[in-house]
């Protein structure tokens, strides 16, 4: 081999290990991703970010072979307008994106594209296995057919639902939009305004609860569970509490079986630790915080098995696990579980104040581990990123060109999600019934005219972050938002409010 021919070989191949280590692949290389999404769990709910009382395993071994991230974030504080965001790149307040009910149409607007839709451009098999909460059908859905428009009209191949959460009806599984194990001759109907005959209404018989509610949940009653809405009708097809995370796990590994020789996205999207936590009894007394402790446990088991299927085909290398929640910790969301007064020396949101329904800082600070063995050198991260820029992030790593419109919000900070780089964003939105802005390590919440709590949000414990005037806090000093600097730092105040500003103004 001449010198040239050497110098031009040893140029090539520095060239493929750049090009590599940026995240530009050719078809064959590109990762599977599989994005865990859990529900409520809080900063301090995993064992390597803190956790008394329960153990995570499977989320801790995740955590060892990736990057653990400190300052990750949920767009919102609350779990439908994190979704939105999630899937769209856009801030969930540019579409009024709030909690909807089980019978609400799909919010997301199918001529918008979305992560699953990019992804199938870059020649990936989409699938959605759990939650989805973000609406279904057109506002008048026949759940005794198939319930459109859903997930495959912005982008997923495959889907298995709950179709809003836990604690709404209808009580059901979806796999490609229709109701699975639907009886035609026991016919589905769904109210949310007026009651309907069938299955017992909570108000009417508290002595069949597995678990005593609060009044917004004494709705139509299954499985020993009452529920927001009323239902009648299809019984051979309503789901059981206790089976929820094996039969979403089920479905999750067999979609990975069944696309395992081509790239797949498959957005795992758990039930728990929503409300109500019903554990399975593989999972009661796995901690010492009674069920919400317990569906942790189970949470973790969940994580454990995709892991595990990810060996057995020898796709654990060359996939991309992320693993994060939708909003903050909350202890008391209706049911009566004794969360708050089994917490013991927990800390749901670790160090950090605030909860689900809240601006503070818990609210939208996630528990976030990215993983990819082949690619990832193992630490931890304290790069400033949101939920929103893993639509354009994850487009940079598979070469896709964001199209004009797509992902309005979202940043691409690929080499931050890898672990290349230690900064990320410059400013980070959070949502929650008011504005919270990230810069560096100070968080500006923007004041509110009526700064009173409402009572629903009393009613749970949270204290929602509302003010009449304007908040300033350090966090590297003051991490539980204590001391208001806002008059100290007048300069940063001013830079962070026009940065909000233009942030809420932009169409």
């Not at 789901?239 to 929820?244: F, H, K, L, P, R």
């Not at 728990?272 to 189970?298: C, L, Y």
């Amino acid at each position: 081999m001449t010198l040239k021919e050497f110098s031009i070989k040893k140029l090539i191949c520095f060239f493929v290990f750049f090009t590599s280590t940026l995240g530009v692949y050719s078809q064959e290389a590109k990762p599977n991703i599989v994005l865990i999404y859990v529900d409520d769990l809080g900063f301090g709910d995993i064992g390597v970010n803190g956790a008394i009382g329960v153990e995570t395993p499977n989320v801790d071994r995740l955590a060892a072979s990736g990057l653990n991230f400190t300052d990750a974030h949920s767009t919102a504080a609350t779990c439908t307008p994190s979704r939105y965001s999630l899937l769209t790149g856009e801030f969930a307040f540019r579409n009024n994106a709030a909690i909807v009910n089980g019978d609400a149409p799909l919010i997301i607007d199918v001529d918008k594209r979305t992560l699953p839709d990019m992804l199938k451009d870059a020649g990936y098999t989409t699938g959605v296995v759990g939650k989805w909460h973000l609406g279904l059908g057109d506002g008048k859905a026949n759940w005794n057919e198939e319930v459109k428009p859903g997930p495959r009209e912005v982008g997923f191949d495959y889907s298995f639902l709950i179709p809003a959460t836990g604690d709404r009806i209808p009580t059901v599984y979806m796999e490609n939009q229709k109701v699975v194990g639907l009886d035609a001759q026991d016919p589905i109907t769904v109210s949310y305004t007026s009651k309907l005959d069938g299955y017992p209404i909570g108000t009417e018989h508290p002595e069949l609860l597995k678990q005593h509610t609060d009044v917004q949940h004494l709705g139509s009653i299954t499985n020993g569970i009452s529920r927001i809405g009323y239902m009648n009708g299809g019984e051979s097809a309503l789901w059981v509490d206790e089976d929820i995370p094996f039969d979403l796990t089920k479905k999750a590994n067999e979609f990975i079986d069944k696309n395992s020789k081509n790239p797949f996205f498959l957005f795992f999207s758990l039930h728990d630790i929503h409300q109500p936590r019903i554990a399975n009894i593989k999972f009661v007394e796995a901690s010492t915080m009674g069920p919400r402790g317990d569906v942790i446990a189970q949470m973790d088991w969940c994580v454990g098995a995709i892991m595990q299927k990810l060996k057995e085909v020898n796709l654990d290398n060359n996939t991309m696990v992320i693993f994060t929640s939708d909003n903050g910790p909350i202890l008391d969301d209706g049911y009566l579980d004794y969360a708050r007064e089994l917490v013991g020396e927990h800390k749901p949101g670790g160090k950090y104040k605030g909860a689900k329904y809240s601006v503070y800082e818990a609210g939208t600070r996630m528990p976030t581990i990215v993983s990819w063995p082949s690619k990832i050198r193992p630490g931890t991260s304290n790069a400033l990123l949101s939920q929103v820029d893993l639509y354009a992030s994850l487009a940079s790593l598979v070469g896709q060109k964001l199209k004009n419109g797509d992902a309005k919000d979202s940043e691409n900070h690929i080499e931050a999600w890898l672990g290349l780089d230690k900064k990320g964003r410059d400013f980070l939105l959070e949502e929650a019934y008011t504005f919270g802005l990230r810069m560096g390590s100070y968080k500006y919440i923007k004041p509110q005219k009526n700064a009173q709590t409402p009572q629903w949000i009393a009613n749970k414990f949270v204290d929602p972050g509302f003010s009449t005037v304007p908040q300033l806090y350090n966090l590297d000093v003051d991490p539980f938002e204590e001391e208001n600097i806002a008059d100290e730092y007048p300069d940063v105040l001013k830079k962070m409010q026009k940065a909000l500003s233009n942030i809420l103004s932009e169409k």
